[in-house]
């Protein structure tokens, strides 16, 4: 990694820090950012699941094994935020079942400016299971886990310790950062034992500054876009979404 990319990496991931610790520590803006992480989460669980059935086709047990606990941390990732927004009385919208189910919207969650600056040259197809190389994969993977078990951790703490729901969540979250940090682990020895020390960091490196392009990309899209701020959130009982429009 060149020195300027590396400085654009602390700059671009304290900026997003900065950002993603103020949205969570604001009870406001707080349920949108764990319906987002909900939606995340639980959305990497088939991906992963079929990735483990392709290394156990292709004879890797070690990397299948690996993946499908993935899957399973990621899934019960998705259940901690789907319980915090219980809590606060929120559930992710349903998309599926809503009208709002557009070209436009299923197009947008597809390919988000981040993930299409950072998977630049890479068409959607050539990104699913049955076809992603696993050194695509593997580093584009590697860096995401890094960085959220950072992201996470830094999170939590924000998190005021004094409200009984928000303290729950702290402790979710640092648990979730830990399992981050394991699935990071387990990719970078995956690409050890696969490739040469050189081959890795050469990866290790390109993905790096891949991710501080599209935090320049998302940060872009933000600062243009009002469409960024779309509500992922809804009343999880249909009396306090009436009680809460009387109170707004
Ligand atoms: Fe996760
Ligand atoms: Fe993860």
Same mark, same amino acid.
């Given at each position: 990694?060149?020195?300027?990319?590396y400085?654009?990496?602390?700059?671009?991931?304290?900026?997003?820090?900065?950002?993603?610790?103020?949205?969570?520590?604001?009870?406001?803006?707080? %349920?949108? =950012?764990? /319906?987002?992480?909900?939606?995340?989460? *639980?959305?990497?669980?088939?991906? $992963?699941? !079929?990735?483990?059935?392709?290394?156990?086709?292709?004879?890797?047990?070690?990397?299948?094994?690996?993946?499908?606990?993935?899957?399973?941390?990621?899934?019960k990732?998705?259940?901690?935020?789907?319980?915090?927004?219980?809590?606060?009385?929120?559930k992710?919208?349903d998309?599926?079942?809503?009208?709002?189910?557009?070209?436009?919207?299923?197009?947008?969650?597809?390919?988000?400016?981040?993930?299409?600056?950072?998977?630049?040259?890479?068409?959607?197809?050539?990104?699913? %299971?049955? =076809?992603? /190389?696993?050194?695509?994969f593997?580093? *584009?993977?590697?860096?995401?886990e $890094?960085? !959220?078990?950072?992201?996470?951790?830094?999170?939590?703490?924000?998190?005021?310790?004094?409200?009984p729901?928000?303290?729950?969540?702290?402790?979710?979250?640092l648990?979730?950062?830990?399992?981050?940090?394991?699935?990071?682990?387990?990719?970078?020895?995956?690409?050890?034992?696969?490739?040469?020390?050189?081959?890795?960091?050469?990866?290790?490196?390109?993905?790096?500054?891949?991710?501080?392009?599209?935090?320049?990309?998302?940060?872009n899209?933000?600062?243009?876009?009002?469409?960024?701020?779309?509500?992922?959130?809804?009343?999880?009982?249909?009396?306090?979404?009436?009680?809460e429009?009387?109170?707004?």
């Open positions: 990694m060149n020195f300027l990319t400085v654009m990496h602390l700059a671009g991931s304290g900026a997003i820090a900065y950002y993603s610790a103020a949205q969570i520590r604001d009870p406001k803006t707080r %349920p949108n =950012v764990l /319906a987002g992480f909900q939606l995340a989460e *639980s959305g990497s669980v088939p991906f $992963l699941q !079929a990735l483990s059935q392709r290394a156990t086709a292709e004879g890797d047990t070690w990397l299948s094994e690996k993946l499908a606990k993935h899957a399973e941390d990621e899934k990732h998705g259940q901690i935020f789907a319980h915090a927004l219980k809590q606060l009385d929120k992710v919208i998309f599926k079942s809503s009208k709002e189910t557009t070209k436009e919207s299923k197009s947008q969650e597809g390919r988000s400016p981040f993930f299409a600056a950072y998977f630049k040259g890479y068409s959607p197809e050539q990104l699913k %299971p049955a =076809v992603t /190389a696993w050194n695509v593997m580093p *584009s993977t590697y860096i995401l $890094l960085d !959220a078990s950072k992201d996470f951790a830094r999170m939590a703490n924000v998190l005021p310790e004094s409200d729901i928000a303290r729950n969540l702290k402790l979710g979250m648990n979730i950062a830990q399992d981050e940090t394991g699935h990071a682990a387990y990719l970078y020895e995956a690409m050890m034992r696969r490739m040469s020390a050189t081959q890795v960091q050469k990866l290790v490196d390109e993905w790096r500054t891949r991710k501080v392009d599209a935090l320049m990309a998302f940060a899209n933000m600062l243009q876009s009002k469409n960024s701020n779309r509500s992922l959130v809804q009343d999880a009982t249909p009396s306090e979404s009436d009680s429009l009387i109170a707004a």
